[in-house]
């Protein structure tokens, strides 16, 4: 089975930095990928950590430790836009376990 | 760019009605997933198809079924709905294997009344 842990909420300011963590237990790790969701809509891909280690990508950048069962995503340069849910996934066997999301607001 | 197609936005049905939500891929894609979204619950899988005429079980199967007749398309039903049932329905598709990112559905908000 897979365990995905994330914070339910998070709240920062335009222009600002913030960090969503997850911690994850699974069988059979094969990488971790992380989604946005704005409010009615569908998750859309943001990315995925397959080794440890930082990607970055623009404004967004996803951290991956898989001795610690550790990720997070780090969003800099914060704007009113990506005030949403995000999500994060373990790829295991045969599917991905979803968190239950972090809802992130954004004010001005 | 991938597109996944669900039926319908919203669906209101009555308590002991057969449903059926359906979605369909455009970018032959061999695997297909049905999830339910609820608040506080997150994104939980209902079943999942990796070729035609092929389904597995996913964390929360019971009172579903599906359809896999076509490669595009992967339909659910819900043999007698109930209140319980009430949700948001999204189905996805990925290329390959479950290390490929999913492209979702704009989803189906069913409501049992």
């Known amino acids: 089975g897979q365990n995905i842990d994330q914070p339910t909420e998070m709240t920062a300011t335009e222009g600002a930095i913030v960090q969503i963590n997850c911690t994850y237990q699974t069988s059979g790790f094969n990488g971790l990928f992380w989604y946005q969701q704005h409010a009615g809509e569908a998750p859309t891909f943001l990315s995925y950590?397959?080794?440890?280690g930082l990607e970055e990508k623009g404004r967004f950048s996803s951290f991956l430790s898989r001795s610690k069962g550790y990720s997070y995503l780090l969003l800099k340069e914060l704007q009113m836009k990506d005030s949403a849910s995000y999500l994060c996934?373990?790829?295991?066997?045969?599917?991905?376990?979803f968190g239950k999301g972090t809802m992130l607001l954004v004010s001005p | 760019d991938v597109k996944v197609t669900q039926s319908s936005r919203y669906l209101v049905k009555r308590t002991g009605e057969k449903v059926f939500l359906e979605c369909v891929q455009d970018?032959?894609?061999?695997?297909m997933f049905w999830y339910r979204q609820d608040p506080g619950l997150g994104l939980r899988l209902i079943y999942f198809s990796y070729d035609v005429k092929m389904k597995e079980k996913g964390d929360i199967p019971e009172g579903y079924s599906v359809s896999r007749e076509k490669k595009e398309r992967f339909s659910l039903i819900l043999e007698s709905a109930s209140t319980n049932q009430t949700s948001m329905y999204l189905c996805?598709?990925?290329?390959?294997?479950?290390?490929?990112?999913?492209?979702f559905g704009s989803g189906t908000q069913l409501s049992v009344l």
């Open positions: 996805a598709s990925s290329l390959l294997a479950t290390n490929e990112k999913l492209f």
């Open positions: 970018m032959d894609h061999e695997n």
């Open positions: 996934a373990a790829s295991g066997y045969s599917t991905l376990t």
């Open positions: 950590n397959v080794l440890d």
